[in-house]
């Protein structure tokens, strides 16, 4: 997998657009950006993913630069139940193989 | 649809007992892998496997075996529990990509 980096934790006021930056600098040209959750105690959730173009759903939006070297997780209005922890992962895309998880980044949606 | 279905979601073994972790999914993937997650830590990958009959090793494999003899399953052995191995365990199956991950298993070594 090509290595992510994440800062270790955000707040974000409930409410606001809370945006979750990630960078994966050794990205190769066919790796998607894949992005999941963990809220405390839970299984992790799948969120978006992507290749070059900007995606959105009905859970957030990604934001993919132009070098896709770096991405941004958008999350448009916070709430208290969007507290919990991010992960970029990039995993390798032409092959079946181990998928690694980072730290993450714990999100605190503040009242 | 039940996804991934891990059993038992809570258990507490004596150091030295041995017991399977349960894990299954009815989505047809051929990926599927087992994490642990200690308090306030990240996902740490234990074994994994990329179809029936095909598994390997992940980040922290020592003291855990597995196998796959088919699609829907694959189970978790402890051989020797240690309290090293109190954690949280998760389960996942994707097709390798998104990953759907189970409810997990709660697991306490004394």
């Known amino acids: 997998d090509a290595k992510t980096t994440q800062p270790p934790s955000m707040d974000c006021a409930e409410g606001r657009a809370a945006n979750l930056p990630c960078n994966h600098s050794?990205?190769?040209?066919?790796?998607?950006v894949y992005w999941y959750r963990q809220i405390h105690s839970q299984g992790p959730q799948y969120i978006i993913h992507?290749?070059?173009n900007n995606e959105t759903n009905e859970m957030a939006s990604l934001i993919i630069t132009e070098d896709r070297k770096s991405s941004t997780l958008i999350l448009p209005h916070a709430t208290l139940r969007d507290t919990a922890v991010y992960y970029c992962?990039?995993?390798?895309?032409?092959?079946?193989?181990?998928?690694?998880f980072g730290p993450g980044t714990s999100l605190s949606v503040i009242p | 649809n039940a996804g991934v279905t891990q059993t038992p979601k809570f258990q507490v073994l004596k150091t030295g007992q041995s017991m399977t972790l349960q894990c299954a999914q009815d989505?047809?993937?051929?990926?599927m892998s087992w994490y642990r997650q200690d308090p306030g830590m990240g996902l740490r990958l234990i074994h994994y496997?990329?179809?029936?009959?095909?598994?390997d090793q992940g980040e922290v494999p020592n003291g855990y075996n597995v196998s796959r003899s088919t699609t829907e399953d694959f189970p978790l052995r402890l051989l020797s529990a240690a309290p090293s191995q109190t954690s949280v365990y998760f389960c996942?199956?994707?097709?390798?990509?998104?990953?759907?991950f189970g409810d997990g298993t709660r697991l306490s070594i004394l």
């Open positions: 989505m047809n993937h051929e990926y």
């Open positions: 050794t990205i190769s040209g066919n790796e998607y």
């Open positions: 992962i990039v995993p390798r895309k032409t092959s079946y193989d181990k998928v690694i």
């Open positions: 996942a199956s994707g097709g390798p990509q998104p990953q759907h």
């Open positions: 992507g290749l070059k």
């Open positions: 496997s990329v179809g029936a009959g095909i598994t």
